[in-house]
């Protein structure tokens, strides 16, 4: 009986820690932050006056931002991203005719609510999957050497997402959580100001997998009976 006593407990005790990082009432406040560099190269020959040139591309993305999220029953939390990205790209043209560059810089400032549920694997790594709403503005420039500065030109636009992402899920504490993202699915609306040129609006369906770049989160897990 004694044995049958202490057994249970200890199968108690392993389920109340299973879902102590996730569990209902818990809180979490963390930091999000990315970066990727992708660089691209197109070569161009003419045949007929045998001239060339190879376009080269590179691109550097880097984004960090605040969460906050609270667990409103067990394993699903609901909370608010705040996020601040900055993309630089240079543009560079060699070959026969005389060579050309340019730079495009683009700032954006959003934030978005979102839902997510845990599948985790003895309360230490699993995924998360969820949906989120999301607004933000977004300013760019593009600036040509001196001798075309004539030519330079920036817009800005306001945005609205909808979309869905995937995580995979680390807790080493009962404190402390990793997330890494595996993928992020969104559709975006939005309206832009080119100054001169006009104005517009247009819709984006973007997809962005582990494999376009490293995108990080680490967050401290607080409150609930923890």
Avoid: C, W
Avoid at 1 to 6: A, C, D, N, P, V
Avoid at 37 to 44: C, E, G, P
């Amino acid at each position: 009986m004694k044995k049958s006593l202490i057994l249970l407990t200890a199968l108690l005790l392993t389920f109340a820690t299973s879902k102590a990082q996730t569990e209902k009432g818990n809180q979490t406040l963390g930091l999000n932050f990315g970066l990727s560099v992708l660089q691209s190269s197109d070569f161009d020959f003419n045949q007929f006056d045998n001239s060339f040139a190879t376009d080269n591309a590179r691109t550097t993305i880097f984004n960090i931002g605040p969460n906050y999220s609270y667990f409103i029953v067990d394993n699903v939390e609901i909370g608010v991203n705040l996020s601040y990205s900055s993309t630089v790209t240079t543009f560079n043209t060699t070959g026969t005719d005389l060579g050309s560059s340019s730079n495009q810089n683009s700032k954006n400032y959003s934030g978005s609510l979102f839902v997510r549920r845990y599948f985790l694997h003895k309360n230490k790594i699993g995924i998360r999957a969820g949906a989120y709403l999301g607004y933000g503005h977004d300013s760019q420039s593009m600036g040509y050497p001196p001798a075309f500065s004539s030519s330079d030109y920036s817009s800005k636009q306001n945005f609205g997402q909808a979309g869905a992402n995937l995580d995979l899920v680390y807790f080493p504490s009962k404190r402390l959580g990793f997330a890494a993202m595996l993928a992020n699915m969104s559709y975006e609306h939005y309206s832009q100001n080119n100054g001169m040129q006009g104005h517009g609006s247009g819709n984006d369906f973007n997809l962005g997998l582990v494999s376009n770049g490293l995108s990080l989160s680490v967050f401290y897990i607080f409150g609930g009976k923890g």
